[in-house]
């Protein structure tokens, strides 16, 4: 019996499968909670991890990462202890991180994005809800100029508020709270009433609210959206999770969008340390597609970041074709996309 031919797409289409159901490498970036802000040429990455305060990662890649150590420390806040799930943004001539420390918000600011970052005031949210426990703050600055707080309260299980940020960005304006949303769906509330981690994108003339749901213990947390016509207005949720037990990963969730290099909206999230184990929680990037009632997440195999050492510049002449050494004291090459090569290892330059 002859063999069957096969064209060259159908091979190519079979590769491609493959690829996508292969195993992911594990990610070597214990972030949860993750946030990257793109800052120049290079991406910083913040989240929860560090007893000490917030620790930042960054990369010119998305794929190799340096430690970059603390960019908050305890000692720059009133707080000692459960420091999470912040978020960086670059804002009147400096840089603004939204934060949880011991179930209150926070805002703290420094003229770097590698800090360090100093604490300003006390409780964000004390003039609406006074020292009322709360976590997980996102802000949404709008094209108007208007910038909204989403953040979690414990009213009923973990469910969202929202409120109008004063021109300071940090100071919640007077009658502006408002419930968003709660669990309601039958996905959302396998393991604890949890609706939490908000993050909105705009797309065009909608919004697209997204959020994470059920405890983070549970293997089916995931990832939802919801959809809306004004930032400061109603959500009518989609009925399934765009993200969840997605390639292999399980506990995916408490995620945040971004811009890449290339203008494409990407999703970095975390994930179970394995399919036995919760922690430590790690960092994994995708990318994603915003249309008008949703956000879809590419089937592509996502990002696993990997941990490198940071790589020196050496002074060159001007107009010479730069080449670079790394903390070894080997000469490195240029490559592609901000890469450079070692004895036949990629690094990233920093």
Not at 301 to 320: G, H, L, M, R
């Amino acid at each position: 019996m002859p063999l069957k031919r096969f064209s060259l797409l159908t091979i190519l289409a079979l590769f491609a499968t493959l690829a996508n159901h292969a195993q992911l490498p594990v990610s070597q970036v214990p972030l949860a909670d993750p946030y990257i802000l793109l800052d120049g040429d290079t991406y910083y990455a913040y989240g929860t991890n560090n007893a000490n305060g917030i620790e930042y990662w960054r990369s010119r890649d998305l794929q190799n990462w340096v430690y970059g150590g603390l960019a908050l420390s305890k000692n720059s806040t009133t707080e000692k202890q459960w420091f999470w799930a912040p978020e960086v943004y670059f804002k009147n001539g400096q840089y603004y991180m939204y934060f949880s420390a011991n179930e209150h918000l926070f805002v703290a600011t420094a003229s770097s994005p590698r800090g360090p970052f100093k604490q300003v005031g006390g409780y964000m949210m004390e003039n609406l809800i006074g020292d009322e426990k709360c976590i997980d703050s996102s802000v949404f600055f709008d094209e108007d100029g208007k910038a909204y707080c989403f953040f979690v309260r414990f009213t009923d299980g973990n469910c969202i508020w929202r409120c109008e940020l004063d021109s300071d960005y940090i100071t919640p304006l007077p009658g502006t709270l408002k419930h968003c949303i709660s669990v309601s769906l039958d996905w959302e509330n396998k393991l604890g009433r949890v609706c939490e981690g908000p993050f909105v994108v705009k797309h065009g003339r909608v919004y697209l609210f997204t959020y994470s749901a059920n405890d983070y213990r549970s293997q089916d947390y995931g990832v939802g959206c919801a959809r809306g016509t004004r930032a400061n207005g109603t959500w009518t949720k989609t009925p399934k999770p765009i993200l969840q037990r997605a390639q292999g990963l399980v506990g995916t969730g408490h995620h945040s969008f971004f811009t890449d290099k290339e203008g494409q909206l990407r999703i970095v999230f975390h994930a179970h340390n394995s399919t036995e184990t919760v922690a430590p929680r790690l960092m994994y990037i995708g990318r994603a597609e915003a249309s008008a009632s949703t956000i879809k997440i590419s089937s592509e195999p996502f990002i696993s970041p990997q941990k490198v050492s940071s790589a020196v510049e050496a002074p060159t002449a001007q107009n010479q074709i730069p080449c670079y050494y790394d903390l070894t004291g080997r000469r490195t090459l240029p490559l592609k996309g901000g890469l450079y090569i070692t004895d036949g290892r990629k690094v990233a330059l920093h």
